[in-house]
């Protein structure tokens, strides 16, 4: 079935019900250009709680991811030491950051694993510079790449891209580096989405929430369910 990653999540009980609603990730934003961003130690104390919430109350484990744009490997390195015994398991860096800064993350010896944000659209506007620019990051050492609407502000634009284009990265790099699916997606789309790109999982946030930053659990369950309702061979 498709992971789900529910991000742009801001508070304990949005965590706690996207979880137990069968979410395979929960993400924070550490980023301030971001209206749903949280600081490092709130992200760090919401993923505690969330993680003692989930044992008491013997659900699933997801995967804790945390949303960057950093400069230096050692922006990365900080914020892994910073968030060490919460559970988070992921970084995912959403800026421009080069293959060159994955690759140097992978040498210093980052246990987190990483997901890259490449943006559809813009330089990245045909299909050719899109499986380019994947495969940099894919060959630098990226556990999964994130295909995003371009946008100018960081996260939950609520735009779709061209589904097509991400359907060609999913099958430039079968076999290799995870595609994850963003951008737009609700629970009316995400089926149509899915069988489309046949990607390895699918990134919401916007197309979840009552308002910035709050989520709509009656959203959260139909986006989930619809988005594993479709088998990807």
């Not at 600081?39 to 104390?45: D, L, M, P, S, V």
């Not at 609700?186 to 919401?204: H, I, L, Q, S």
Request: charged share 30%; with cysteine; glycine share 10%.
């Amino acid at each position: 079935m498709v992971w789900v990653k529910i991000c742009g999540l801001t508070n304990v009980e949005d965590a706690v019900t996207a979880a137990a609603l069968g979410a395979d990730a929960l993400g924070a934003v550490l980023v301030e250009a971001s209206p749903r961003f949280v600081t490092a130690e709130r992200a760090r104390g919401m993923f505690s709680e969330v993680r003692g919430e989930l044992l008491g109350r013997g659900l699933k484990m997801p995967a804790f991811v945390v949303v960057t744009v950093a400069e230096r490997p050692e922006d990365v390195l900080k914020l892994e030491a910073e968030l060490k015994g919460t559970g988070v398991m992921c970084v995912q860096l959403h800026g421009e950051e080069p293959p060159s800064l994955v690759r140097a993350l992978k040498k210093q010896g980052l246990k987190l694993r990483i997901i890259k944000k490449v943006g559809v659209g813009g330089a990245n506007a045909d299909a050719d510079e899109l499986i380019r620019s994947a495969a940099a990051y894919d060959a630098a050492g990226a556990d999964a790449i994130l295909l995003d609407t371009q946008a100018e502000t960081l996260g939950g634009s609520g735009r779709a891209h061209d589904w097509r284009l991400s359907r060609a990265v999913t099958f430039a790099l079968q076999g290799r580096a995870k595609v994850i699916l963003a951008g737009g997606l609700n629970p009316e789309n995400v089926e149509a989405a899915v069988k489309t790109v046949r990607p390895f999982g699918v990134d919401v946030s916007s197309g979840v929430e009552l308002r910035k930053g709050k989520k709509d659990s009656e959203k959260v369950k139909r986006f989930i369910e619809r988005a594993k309702s479709v088998r990807v061979e």
